[in-house]
């Protein structure tokens, strides 16, 4: 009898060990080398602009979203970010994502993106585009190799208020892909010349048909500002994690700056000509449409 107790036992443990196995198999990557909400900007016709992401998970999940994955607790995540326009309502980018956990760099390979956004958004009150990113990502940030982010744009502003809405789907290819629901959003105001505040919101409600309780999701709420420091334009924030599976507090900042446009006597910090280099300074360089 002890023995047949142990084995209905032993066989109780397996099943309870497959279980946590196959449900930490289906949670996402939670790297997050770009916190950002797209605004339909872009950079001019044969413009090349630049951005460097950085992000501090001061206080973060302690425990891999995977085996194997990236522990965000203390971790430095970014990416520079190439883009060029192409045509006013088109431009491409490269990213070249990274970690940086207990003093050991990771790198997280690439990603390829194409935008396509209303000519001349930044001068709309109404405004919209998408953006399709395609990344080639490394084992620690991701179970699969192959990754699709799709990002629907949809924004209002007028002279004082800007509201955006990112209602991301997220695509894993392979055995262990999933489609995934992140939407982020923005709500700011213009304080002064290049000086907004405002809030953002990311969450990961995660796989489409099949999303976890409230608590098992990740929502971010963002205190953000941006403004110009000389010729860059700086985009600062703070985030508090609103559930347990979120990372509790991230700080974020991106640093960008918009080389001259080619045959252009305007110096890069003039940029009537030029599309945003982050994510809201566009609405103080240009006046909107009545």
């Known amino acids: 009898m002890p023995r047949r107790c142990c084995k209905r036992g032993s066989r109780q443990l397996s099943a309870l060990a497959g279980m ?4 930490a198999l289906g949670q996402p990557a939670s790297a997050t080398d770009e916190i950002q909400v797209y605004n339909a900007g872009i950079a001019a016709v044969g413009q090349l602009t630049i951005q460097q992401h950085l992000n501090y998970v001061a206080l973060g999940q302690k425990d891999p ?3 194997g994955g990236l522990v965000s607790n203390h971790s430095l995540n970014g990416t520079p970010e190439f883009a060029y326009g192409v045509t006013d309502w088109w431009e491409v980018g490269l990213y070249l994502p990274f970690a940086v956990q207990d003093q050991k760099f990771m790198s ?8 396509f956004v209303s000519p001349h958004a930044e001068q709309r009150d109404f405004f919209y585009g998408v953006n399709l990113e395609f990344s080639n990502t490394t084992p620690p940030f991701a179970q699969t190799r192959f990754t699709l982010e799709v990002r629907p744009i949809i924004g209002v502003r007028n002279a004082d208020y800007e509201f955006i809405v990112n209602p991301i789907i997220d695509a894993g290819f392979g055995k262990l892909g999933e489609l995934d629901f992140a939407p982020a959003a923005r709500l700011a105001r213009k304080l002064g010349p290049d000086t907004f505040l405002g809030l953002e919101y990311y969450a990961d409600f995660g796989e489409i048909g099949n999303m976890p309780k409230l608590a098992d999701q990740q929502h971010t709420l963002f205190l953000v500002t941006d403004f110009k420091l000389g010729v860059l334009d700086v985009d600062f924030g703070v985030g508090y994690g609103l559930t347990s599976s979120s990372d509790r507090w991230v700080i974020k900042t991106i640093i960008g700056y918009a080389f001259p446009v080619p045959g252009s006597n305007s110096s890069a910090g003039e940029r009537s000509a030029a599309g945003p280099v982050n994510p809201m300074s566009h609405t103080s360089t240009r006046y909107l449409q009545p």
């Open 20 to 23: 946590i196995l196959s449900i």
């Open 108 to 115: 997280d390979a690439f990603k390829l993106r194409t935008l």
């Open 65 to 67: 979203p995977f085996p």
